[in-house]
């Protein structure tokens, strides 16, 4: 599940050298996605603070957001994941060695996090923050594993930066669902066109 967050759009930072954090965030309206996600966690001895919301500015798009937040303790357990998804400037980046730690639990949590309905033909999976090195890492790893074909796109923001994303065909996907359906949240079963 954490690698399927950290994937999508969970933040992972470093407190010390033994500690790390990680914290989730999506849009106000999908609450029930965070509350889920805290109660799953919670449930697996999983130290949390509190849930918080706030407003902030997104200059991607120039919008204004009302997210819904949650972090975990500085914990000694989540500093493997730290290792693996933070560069060394504590940038989160793909792990070079993902192909090993992607299965159906955390594809189906990278989907409810950035995946998004292409309606009639497929999904994207919202890879805006990752170099274009990581998403053609990201993409063998789902075709060799997986035999996904996908392809990148290429989205263009209101400020002129151009970010990778990646697009799953319909029939793969379909080819894929009794797999990971049982993991996706029911908020978001609409991304697999059900």
Known sequence: MLIGCLLGDAHIGKFSNDKAFI???QTIKH????????????????????????????????????S???????????????????????????PLDIESHLNWISLAYWICDDGQLVKNVGITLCTDNYTLSEVKLLIKVLVNKYNIKCTIHYKKSKTDRIYY?????KSFLDDIKPLIIPYIHEFFRYKLHV
């Open 165 to 169: 994303i990646i697009y799953i065909f």
């Open 23 to 25: 914290t989730f965030e």
């Open 68 to 94: 819904i937040y949650f972090k975990t303790y500085n914990l000694e357990l989540l500093k493997p994941f730290a290792n693996m998804f933070l560069s060394k400037n504590n940038t989160k980046i793909v």
């Open 31 to 66: 609450k029930n996605y965070i509350m889920y996600l805290y109660k799953k966690l919670k449930y697996n001895g999983i130290n949390l603070y509190d849930i918080k919301y706030y407003t902030r500015k997104d200059s991607r798009n120039n919008s204004i957001n009302n």
